[in-house]
């Protein structure tokens, strides 16, 4: 429901009762008798805390949404790729709040094609992978999804790490999101010795 409908229905919570009590007693001149005034003031108060209780039951709907989209923008996978001390190949650890799924690693841009390609599937929050085969690396790409089928980005050029998702690849992160989505030279996967077949 929207703000508007929200509104109008306060309102005529709010404004019918006593709209109705002052046409049922219209013809009655103003009463001198404070009692009458007492009871008045109580019609009164149990109008309105009618139409504040709605008001606070949408205020409460509405901030339960901004809570969930604002959850949904927070909680995701994360990608990260890093060299450990004297080390010659990169590690790549998760450091989101989510399961990276479908997660595949790439190495190396030549002729605006990926030249390897490594499929690791399912990585959980906090788990690390060792990657010995990123020995003499470039470039380092991730694309991988979260549980609601969305797609993410991690891309490493000159040990700068960028993440993006679809829509804020392409509009801030542009010539990154084009090279994370550039083709396999050719399709072949590198064990976990690092081995090519």
């Not at 005529?12 to 005034?37: M, Q």
């Not at 980005?153 to 993006?164: A, I, K, T």
């Not at 550039?182 to 996967?189: A, C, D, G």
């Amino acid at each position: 429901m929207n703000r508007r409908k929200y509104f109008i229905i306060t309102i005529l919570i709010t404004l019918l009762p006593l709209i109705a009590y002052v046409y049922k007693f219209r013809l009655n001149d103003f009463s001198k008798n404070p009692e009458d005034w007492s009871h008045f003031s109580t019609f009164c108060n149990i109008s309105l805390s009618l139409g504040n209780l709605f008001v606070f039951i949408w205020l409460t709907t509405e901030i339960h949404k901004y809570n969930k989209q604002k959850d949904q923008e927070s909680v995701k996978p994360i990608i990260s790729f890093f060299k450990r001390a004297n080390s010659k190949f990169y590690t790549l650890e998760n450091i989101g709040l989510r399961a990276a799924i479908d997660l595949k690693i790439r190495k190396n841009i030549k002729d605006n094609k990926w030249q390897h390609e490594k499929q690791y599937y399912t990585l959980p929050p906090g788990e690390k992978i060792e990657l010995e085969w990123t020995t003499e690396s470039q470039q380092l790409g991730a694309t991988y999804k979260d549980i609601n089928d969305k797609k993410h980005y991690s891309y490493m050029e000159g040990n700068v790490l960028r993440y993006f998702d679809d829509n804020f690849g392409k509009e801030k992160y542009s010539e990154e999101y084009k090279k994370i989505n550039y083709p396999m030279l050719s399709r072949f996967t590198i064990d976990e010795g690092g081995e090519e077949f």
